[in-house]
């Protein structure tokens, strides 16, 4: 219950903090604490140093920033969900955020610590990674941006290094006609994912063929995957009960969930299928709606 | 959380901390691991807020901190300098209730009474966000809240009756 | 016949306990603390079944917060004794140390504990205590268990920990001719009490005296001095147990013998200093003895017109290693029964040992998988018949007996209550709705499940005399205690049971008492419970009680009983409880006894005490009510026989337990494609006897429910193949939060008891013993409806496990 032993440091600076973790080669970054903590009391993690930046106010934002939403990466979870340009825009990562844990890990907890935990079992990343958000990192050496794909490397791993820092998510804003979900099948509200699904529609101008859809799910191997075959077929295709099953088929290709205590390999995938539907069905019913929808 | 904090506390070090709790300044001496929540027992003996499990989900810990409900056991005590900590130690005005523990006594919102702190703050934080949840809301504000004695029934009859004391009392032009 | 009560005018608005409970000013055993106290720690296997090789401290002891260690093997040199263990049902003993001696037999098992001074160091030190182990194979599941390749005692020479029979009529023969015969493979996976309060001792060993001032998270301070001077080999008299407030119970910190409170002994007495230990929750996943693990291969026959002919049931249990307590799966052999009229019956049952952490009571304790199996295997009949559940229950429950629950009577006021014909009409719709075709399909169905029962056959419920055959078997009935030879430490033979006061304690001023030492004062059982009332000068009184509340509220409602019986105002009354001095004995507070045994013993000595405030004030006013005219009375009349104060005692003891019956609707969506149920109502309507308080019997029911839909859908001790547990945290191991949790409607009928003093029954199982059963049948009922003969018998229902059931897997 009492983690092992640690340094703490509160730098007042990003570039203090950076400089703390290129000294420290076992330090680790704290934001909201809500996935570290845990993991540091059953002492499953060790570091000897722990960087607190939570207090660098300038790293928590939400800005619209012409074509792309930013985020900061120290928005705390509660702030995402009430923020309404997200709810209206990209109601996935509404979608999403709503199901992290509940009221308590959603005030402390925040979006950056949340994705460069990288559990693959987690619901922002997901969300995320269909959104084909782009992660802003800044080191010593300066900024560089990663998009999703690449930042998402292996299980509870980023492409972030040690003595960088993740400062900033760029969400591209989705085109006309746009419509997006996010599901999660879990035992409970607030437990992990047994499976989770997030989609974007884009229409075509006639409303009836999919321009392009963005389908993505977690809980199926080591990072947050994208059915790029289902995808691929829905492309110019109607959206009707037939088209969704299908691409539902296709979604499973490429994903590898694991047989645990919660749930088999086949059920796992049988859930992904099911999600896949539901959560394309509920992305194009918000299609049309003020940015993208926010009917429930 | 705002404010200042210390810059660094040595892992074998014992740093001084002064905190913000129900209105006065508490003073301790704490290792950086310290959790929030053993600062508040062990140190400085308040009690009432209780540890009921190791990974953050039974929520006996909850205090709120600036306005908003943490699990103490999820928050190092030297994160908390410099914040506004309200435990349910501060709920009540001497003997006098507060609506709140009113309205869970009234309702018999409680049984073991163990998981009730961390309830109480939840609900602080719940109604000064949402001052008229609903049903659904409040089972959703709760959620982080484990119960074994209630089977919530009780529980949410005494949030609405809360909600619905502090709506009356605004009204009056009471705080 | 009995009436839907009326609020009682005597019932306060709030508990007694509230204030402080909210307040945040209880005293939680984790509270307390003692200047310059050290600091407990365990060092757990991490194999389920392992020889061990040796223990090394070294690296330990050379940290300057190190103290001292202790192993099994110091314990044996000290002379402890091996866990304690009831022999009631008999049972194959059990031998296995506090600390484990030469193997450890579940993962989680203490192998050494150690003393440190800072509390912050105590896992530090913990990993650095090196222990050599040899793991060898584990016996995981009743299967492995029965063949035998692998002991966990080896003394033994098989794995079988206890068998039973209960017997009567012919079921064979009438189940060969029954023109109605269902079988069904049930059965309810590990699970545990779960209270949030982790367990916990903080023990003061008191040199001048030689006494162990001892605070522990127990159910029964009595029982767990019992325990210590059992197996430390020292009179009771050395040990004051005391528990103030508990944060929960539910059977896990009741008289399950644990390690911890007697490790804290002897480091307390050897360094001279207060111990503490708190359990992680790892620890109480790992450590605390879990319930149910229970499996019913069963066959139900019914005549033509419904009636039961016969029921023949094999129970197989996993008993773990074997706890400290071991009735459950009796009390599941009784419970199977229901509260029917059963002519023909042939029950086996065996409890199996194997590498888990112990089995104990959890809430309920057999008895919500009993009425799980019996209710279950009674819808299902329903169905096969073609008849409503409800009438099948009409048709075969015990007639309505004085001082027993009008069993008809509470199913016809659920359909009133519930609405039951408006919610079949919901559930026909909702189930017409669904198709699997179409973007605007439904994938819900709708379900309605009913279970009844209550905790029959504890007791040896003479009503089932109504059952029997011409034949009795010759071993006779199950619950008839003397043919069943063998230590009994719960139950004297029924027939010998009445309504039993302890002698008058003498006059005086200091509480004395008249033990049970043979002096023919009746001796203190499961169906008895010790009370002292004292009235002072001033005209308080003070209740004392063996009863121990956590949760119960039984500072309220006993703290009424008094102030009803002495006419005395409810706030001049307060209640005592947990500490072995100021309350020298009590069985304590579990298996929904102590409205029954301690409320009656509270009632009857409340009533001795007004009979000697009458004897001393000699037909003077004798009100004990402290209205100002009636202070000096009291005051004189103390004085005049030079008293402090008046005390009167009583042990007493009920004929026969009595439980609360009821019958429990539940009424559910289930989400075909996830497989996710949702209760979307749920009522019950029973009858306990007398409430005393009723937000607390209601209060009591809403917890029961809950923790029995948790049991139904979500909660399962999982374990790997070699035994290891792997729900180890409140994330894998899934309790109801307030999403999972219906809102549940309570009626009451009022059949008072006859045989408790305040006409009051046993309730707080009761919601868990029936809801099993409840839930299961509505989800069932849902399924029938996606395909027929879809069904999940084994709990928890889990949407995996539902959704094979859908796609007949």
């Known amino acids: ?163 960088e820092i993740l400062t900033e998510l760029q969400v591209p804003y989705l085109a006309e006609r746009s419509g997006s979900a996010y599901f999660k099948h879990s035992l409970r509200e607030a437990d992990f994912a047994i499976a989770n699904v997030g989609t974007i529609i884009t229409m075509e101008g006639d409303g009836k063929r999919c321009r392009e859809a963005r389908i993505g799910f977690g809980s199926a191997g080591p990072t947050p995957v994208r059915a790029a075959s289902a995808e691929q077929y829905l492309r110019e295709r109607p959206l009707d009960e037939g088209t969704i099953a299908e691409a539902a088929e296709r979604a499973i290709e490429g994903a590898s969930p694991p047989s645990d205590v919660h749930g088999s390999r086949e059920y796992r995938l049988k859930m992904i299928k099911v999600l896949t539907q539901r959560s394309l069905r509920l992305a194009l019913s918000r299609v049309g709606l003020a940015g993208g929808g926010v009917e429930r | 959380m705002s404010g200042r904090n210390v810059r660094v506390a040595k892992a074998d070090e014992l740093t001084e901390v002064s905190i913000r709790i129900n209105g006065k300044e508490y003073r301790g001496e704490v290792e950086p691991r310290t959790l929030l929540v053993y600062f508040l027992r062990d140190e400085l003996n308040l009690t009432g807020t209780h540890v009921g499990c190791d990974t953050g989900h039974c929520g006996a810990c909850t205090v709120v901190v600036d306005g908003r409900a943490v699990k103490s056991c999820m928050v190092l005590a030297v994160q908390a300098i410099g914040a506004e900590i309200l435990t349910v130690e501060g709920l ?29 703050m939840s609900t602080l934080a719940l109604l000064r966000e949402n001052p008229h949840p609903t049903e659904a809301d409040i089972r959703r504000g709760i959620e982080g809240n484990l119960c074994r004695c209630t089977g919530y029934v009780n529980v949410v009859k005494s949030v609405r009756a809360a909600a619905r004391a502090l709506s009356e009392a605004r009204k009056e032009g009471s705080p | 016949m009995s009436t839907i009560m009326e609020l009682s005018k005597k019932e306060p608005e709030g508990r007694v306990e509230d204030p402080r409970l909210l307040m945040g000013k209880g005293r939680y055993v984790d509270d307390l603390k003692f200047e310059g106290q050290a600091y407990m720690g365990i060092v757990r296997s991490p194999f389920a079944h392992a020889r061990i090789r040796g223990i090394d401290f070294s690296k330990a002891q050379s940290s300057p917060d190190f103290i001292a260690a202790l192993t099994g093997e110091d314990l044996i040199k000290e002379g ?65 268990s029965k063949a035998g390749t692998v002991l966990v005692y080896e003394e033994w020479g098989n794995n079988l920990s206890q068998s039973g029979d209960e017997k009567w009529g012919s079921a064979e023969m009438a189940i060969a001719s029954a023109p109605h015969v269902i079988r069904a493979t049930e059965g309810i996976a590990r699970q545990e009490s779960a209270p949030i309060e982790p367990h916990s001792a903080l023990v003061r060993y008191r040199k001048e005296e030689e006494v162990y001032e ?86 139900l026959a019914c005549d033509k017109d419904g009636k039961i002919i016969a029921i023949r049931a094999n129970l197989e249990c996993d008993v773990g290693v074997t706890g400290t307590q071991n009735h459950m799966s009796m009390l599941s052999m009784w419970t199977l029964l229901g509260q029917y009229r059963v002519p023909n019956v042939e029950v086996h049952m065996a409890a199996y040992t194997t590498n888990k952490m112990p089995l104990g009571p959890v809430r309920g304790a057999g008895a919500p998988e009993g009425c799980y199996f019996i209710e279950r295997a009674m819808d299902i009949m329903a169905r096969k018949m073609g008849l409503d559940p409800l009438e099948l229950r009409r048709r075969n429950l015990l007639a309505e007996k004085p001082g027993k629950e009008d069993h008809v009577g509470l199913i016809n006021d659920l359909v009133g209550m519930a609405g039951y014909e408006q919610l079949l009409k919901w559930k026909s719709e909702v189930n017409s709705r669904y198709t699997l075709q179409g973007p605007s399909h439904s994938n819900l169905v709708a379900g309605l499940g009913v279970s009844y029962g209550g905790r029959s056959g504890f007791g040896g419920d003479e009503t089932q005399d109504e059952g029997w055959g011409s034949e009795k078997s010759p071993e006779g009935r199950s619950d008839d205690w003397s043919s069943q030879g063998g230590a009994d430490q719960w139950q004297k033979n029924s027939q010998d049971s009445r309504g039993w006061n302890s002698e008058e304690k003498s006059e005086g001023g200091s509480p004395s008492w008249s033990g049970s030492d043979g002096d023919g004062g009746a001796e203190l059982d499961f169906e008895s419970e010790y009370a002292r009332v004292t009235l002072d000068r001033k005209g308080n009184v003070t209740v004392y009680t063996g009863s121990s509340p956590h949760g119960q509220g039984i500072e ?19 209640v005592v409880w947990g500490d072995s001095v100021r309350v020298p004995m009590g069985i304590g507070t579990f298996g929904s006894r102590s409205a029954v045994t301690g409320g009656s013993a509270v009632v009857d000595a409340s009533r001795k ?101 948790g049991g139904a859908l979500l909660e399962k001790l999982g374990y790997d193949g070699q035994g290891n547990l792997l729900t180890t945290t409140f994330m894998d191991y899934c309790i109801p939060t307030s999403l999972d949790s219906p809102d549940i409607e309570v009626y009451h009928e009022i059949t008072p008891s006859t045989d408790a003093l305040n006409g009051a029954k046993g309730v707080g199982e009761s919601g868990t013993i029936v809801g099993y059963a409840a839930v299961m049948n509505a989800l069932n009922d849902a399924l029938s409806n996606v395909r027929p003969g879809a069904q999940v018998n084994l709990v928890p229902a889990t949407p995996d496990s539902i959704l094979a059931a859908i796609a007949g897997e």
């Open chain 2, 92 to 120: 009540a005005e001497g003997e006098k209730l507060h609506p709140i523990q009113e309205a869970f006594t009234e309702n018999h919102g409680l049984q073991c009474g163990f998981c009730t702190p961390g309830l109480l």
């Open chain 3, 214 to 299: 001892v605070y522990a998270t127990v159910q029964s301070v009595h029982g767990l001095r019992e325990r210590l001077a059992s197996e430390l080999g020292m009179p009771e008299k050395k040990f004051h147990v005391k528990v103030m407030d508990m944060g929960g119970g539910f059977g896990s910190k009741g008289a399950q013998s644990y390690p911890e409170p007697l490790l804290a002994c002897i480091f307390s007495r050897r360094t001279g200093l207060p111990v503490k230990w708190t359990a992680t929750r790892t620890e109480e996943f790992l450590e605390a003895a879990s319930g149910r693990d229970e499996y019913c291969d069963i066959t």
């Open chain 1, 1 to 163: 219950m009492i983690p092992k032993k640690f340094d703490y440091y509160s730098p007042g600076s990003l570039k203090e903090a950076i400089r703390l973790l290129r000294q420290n080669e076992e330090a680790k970054v704290l934001a909201g604490g809500q996935s570290l903590l845990p993991l540091m009391k059953l002492r499953l993690a060790a570091p000897t140093a722990l960087v607190d930046i939570s207090k660098l106010a300038d790293l928590s934002y939400i800005r619209d920033e012409g074509n792309y939403l930013a985020i900061g990466a120290l928005a705390a979870h509660d702030a995402v969900e009430h923020d309404v340009t997200i709810k209206d825009r990209f109601t996935l990562i509404n979608d999403a955020v709503a199901r992290i844990g509940d009221q308590q890990v959603r005030n402390l907890g925040t979006i950056g610590g949340s994705v460069c935990h990288a559990d693959p079992a987690a619901d922002l990343p997901v969300a995320l990674l269909v959104a084909d958000a782009r992660f802003v990192i800044e080191g010593e050496g300066g900024k560089r941006i990663v998009t999703a794909r690449d930042f998402f490397v292996d299980l509870f791993t980023t492409a972030v290094g040690h003595d």
């Open chain 3, 80 to 144: 402890v004794t091996t866990v304690m263990q009831n022999q009631w049902p008999p049972q194959k003993p059990a031998r296995r140390y506090h600390l484990a001696v030469g193997k450890v037999r579940f993962t989680g098992e203490p192998v050494a504990a150690i003393l440190v001074r800072q509390k912050n160091s105590l896992e530090d030190l913990l990993e650095l205590v090196e222990v050599d182990y040899d793991p060898i194979p584990a016996v995981t599941s009743i299967e492995e």
């Open chain 3, 556 to 574: 309220t409602t006993f703290a009424q009983l008094a102030s009803e019986e002495l006419n005395v105002p409810l706030d001049r009354v307060s």
């Open chain 3, 609 to 709: 005490l007004k009979a000697r405030l009458a004897d001393i004030s000699k037909g003077a006013l004798v009100d004990a009510s402290t209205n100002r005219s009636g202070l000096p009375t009291i005051a004189e009349a103390l004085e005049k026989q030079g008293l402090a104060e008046l005390s009167a005692e009583s042990i007493y003891k009920v004929r026969s337990m009595n439980y609360s019956s009821g019958i429990h609707l539940c009424a559910l969506t289930l989400d075909v494609e996830l497989g996710k149920a949702k209760i979307v109502k749920y009522v019950v309507v029973e009858d306990c006897g007398r409430i005393i308080n009723k937000k607390v019997v209601e209060g009591q029911l809403h917890g029961g429910v809950v923790h029995a839909i």
